[in-house]
């Protein structure tokens, strides 16, 4: 690994974790600006209905920009490339390995 590559490496190892938090604090307030638009609608039912929406929603984004900040900072700080898995069937002819 060159010096050039380990300080960009190292670069974005900070800088998508700080994307990461940006992202969530955007969810957190769009999901109040939603809030607040849900609290002043008239009917009951599309107002239960727009709350269950919003608890599905908040929870897929800010679920979903934890997971996407914290796979790509742990692809980041890896040492060695992730492990990929491939759809070959081991011989059936060949006995198991022994444990």
Partial sequence: MSVGHSIFRRLL???????????TLASVFLLLR??????????????????????????????????ISTRITVFLIAEKPPTTFSNVRPDPTEPPPQI
């Fill in 34 to 67: 939603v809030t607040y638009e849900i609290e002043m609608m008239d009917d009951p039912l599309h107002r239960n209905l727009a709350i269950i929406g919003t608890l599905v929603a908040g929870v897929a984004l800010l679920v979903g920009s934890v997971y």
């Fill in 13 to 23: 190892a900070v800088v998508v974790p700080l994307i990461g938090a940006a992202f």
